[in-house]
């Protein structure tokens, strides 16, 4: 069947979770590291660190039970992130926040690169409906710029995972030059850079009321990236380079994007550039040439900023196998979000927006897309009574920054 007279979407997730039980990394690892494995991983089971929901569930790594998932909620690929607890962490999410007396860093790059080989055996199972992407480590740039070359030719075309730099570390900013060997592999690549929500923020320890801190403040650390990314002159430096602000939501953008463009020395600042003399566009011009906003579950007054973000920036995700996410009532959330707004629209926004940037293949999902995604009257009819028994705020009416 053409994709052009098909009425179903092809609903593409750009926010999937997967990882494998943690002791399945251990092939992957150096043979001269397996001691320290086992050291490693008897010590963080031993002291209650796991998390198990996260390292044995079978949605992560059985894909035979995820697609079945997927297909019954509607959704038939993934960009994939990782999920699991790869070797030789402590539990963080991918952060370059390292304490040295907790983890030794050239160990844990090690373990990254050992959950980069899995993932690219992984997906050979389904190349055609997974894209995952590697993962590197800003302590080893020339590692990590020489991983980005074997992740390209191993078929991780979900690209690369951008670590997380919270305030107060050791670490150059991304805006440093020094990771231009990183930033210029992926550009010339075409390997995309993805910063996921919730991997930027400080520790806030264990305190009354640190979880909730956490959760108010996490975006608003998260959206730094964009902002060295842009005034920092690195998407200047590699006008080829894509980035990804993915689980963030997206009704910050507009906004954040009008503060960039007056302190870059625009507007009122006209004559007074504030050292923006490296640019040569608007901040909201690489935005639109090289950004895309992984909004994840779009809250229904988002929507209304979708002229100022630009239709073809936004990608859907469902986070599944997260709690939090739309899994399984992707179908209701796209209801909720999307009922009343133009197919043509809905359609970049679920999928072709994804194919374009990780390089899915539209017609050959459709065979898969007629029987399991929501047609385009599924989609227009108004979602009136909502899930009880879920977390997730895909159904959330609160459009802000998230």
């Known amino acids: 069947m053409k994709r052009g007279r098909m009425d ?195 520790h806030y320890g264990a305190h009354p009321g640190s979880t909730i801190i956490f959760l108010a403040e996490v975006g608003w650390f998260s959206h730094r990236a964009l902002t060295f990314f842009i005034l920092g002159g690195v998407l200047e430096r590699h006008p080829e380079l894509r980035l990804v602000m993915s689980e963030q939501g997206a009704g910050w953008v507009p906004d954040h994007l009008a503060v960039l463009d007056r302190y870059a020395g625009y507007g009122d600042l006209v004559r007074d550039p504030l050292g923006a003399g490296h640019l040569s566009q608007r901040p909201s011009e690489y935005f639109a040439r090289q950004c895309y906003v992984g909004a994840s579950f779009l809250a229904p007054p988002e929507l209304a900023q979708l002229d100022r973000i630009g239709v073809d920036r936004i990608l859907w995700g469902s986070d599944y196998p997260h709690r939090e996410g739309t899994w399984p009532y992707s179908r209701e959330s796209l209801r909720f979000t999307f009922a009343g707004v133009a197919p043509d629209v809905v359609r970049r926004m679920v999928g072709t927006n994804a194919a374009e940037l990780y390089g899915f293949d539209l017609d050959a999902l459709a065979s898969i897309a007629v029987k399991a995604c929501p047609t385009v009257a599924d989609v227009a009819v108004p979602l009136t009574t909502l899930p009880t028994d879920t977390i997730s705020p895909a159904f959330d009416t609160y459009a802000g920054s998230r």
Request: hydrophobic share 40%.
């Open 8 to 202: 179903n979407y092809v609903v593409i997730s750009c926010d999937g979770h997967a990882g494998a039980p943690t002791p399945d990394f251990k092939p992957y690892l150096p043979r001269r590291l397996h001691d320290d494995f086992d050291a490693w991983w008897s010590a963080t089971r031993a002291g209650g660190e796991l998390r198990l929901d996260a390292s044995e569930d079978p949605r992560n790594f059985d894909l035979g039970h995820r697609f079945r998932d997927l297909e019954a909620d509607g959704v038939i690929a993934e960009v994939i992130y990782p999920n699991t607890l790869t070797p030789f962490a402590r539990g963080e999410f991918n952060s370059s926040r390292v304490d040295k007396e907790r983890v030794d860093v050239d160990l844990r790059w090690e373990g990254l690169r050992a959950y980069n080989r899995w993932a690219a055996d992984w997906v050979t199972a389904a190349p055609h409906r997974l894209a995952a992407m590697a993962q590197i480590s800003l302590h080893h740039i020339d590692e990590s710029a020489a991983e980005v070359r074997w992740a390209h030719a191993a078929g991780l075309r979900g690209g690369v995972l951008l670590p997380g730099l919270p305030p107060g570390g050791a670490l150059p900013l991304y805006h440093d030059p020094v990771y231009d060997p990183i930033w210029r592999e992926c550009a010339e690549r075409g390997m995309t850079l993805n910063h996921h929500g919730g991997s930027a923020a400080p």
